[in-house]
C-alpha cells in the first residue's frame, strides 16, 4: 500500500530550526511532484512549499520564502523540508503531499492525491 510518512517535527524555540522528512513506502516517485503543507488550529490547510521530480523546480509561500527549504532525494523516495528561523506563527501540523496525476508545481491542496498523516510543530515564543 502507498503510503507518505512524515517525520521530525518536534518543539523549537522561535528563531531556531527543524528539519521534516517524508518516505513513501513504495517506489512513486517517479514522475511526482511533492509538496508540504500546514494546518494550524482554526484554519484551513495552507500551502507551504513544492518541488518537482526532474530540474528539480521548487515553489515557496511567501510566508516561507527565505527560511524553509524543500528538497528531495529520489533514491530514498523522500522528500524534506529544513524550516529555519521559525516563527510562533509556523506553529502547525504539517503535512506532505504527493501529486500523482500531473507533473508540474501547484499550492492547490485539491492538486494532490495522497497525504501524510502529519507531524506537530511548535514554535515557542
Known amino acids: 500500500q502507498v503510503q507518505l510518512v512524515e517525520s521530525g517535527g518536534g518543539l523549537v524555540q522561535a528563531g531556531g530550526s527543524v528539519s521534516l522528512s517524508c518516505a513513501a513506502s513504495?517506489?512513486?516517485?517517479?514522475?511526482?511532484?511533492m509538496g508540504w503543507f500546514r494546518q494550524a488550529p482554526g484554519k484551513e490547510r495552507e500551502f507551504v512549499a513544492a518541488?518537482?521530480?526532474?530540474?528539480?523546480?521548487?515553489y515557496y509561500a511567501d510566508s516561507v520564502k527565505g527560511r524553509f527549504t524543500i528538497s528531495r532525494d529520489n533514491a530514498k523516495n523522500t522528500v524534506y523540508l529544513q524550516m529555519n528561523s521559525l516563527k510562533p506563527e509556523d506553529t502547525a501540523v504539517y503535512y506532505c503531499?504527493?501529486?500523482?496525476?500531473?507533473?508540474?508545481?501547484?499550492?492547490?491542496?485539491?492538486?494532490?492525491?495522497?497525504w501524510g498523516q502529519g507531524t506537530q510543530v511548535t514554535v515557542a515564543s
Open positions: 503531499a504527493a501529486r500523482r496525476t500531473y507533473s508540474g508545481l501547484s499550492y492547490d491542496t485539491d492538486a494532490y492525491d495522497l
Open positions: 518541488i518537482t521530480w526532474s530540474d528539480p523546480r521548487t
Open positions: 513504495v517506489r512513486t516517485f517517479s514522475g511526482t511532484t
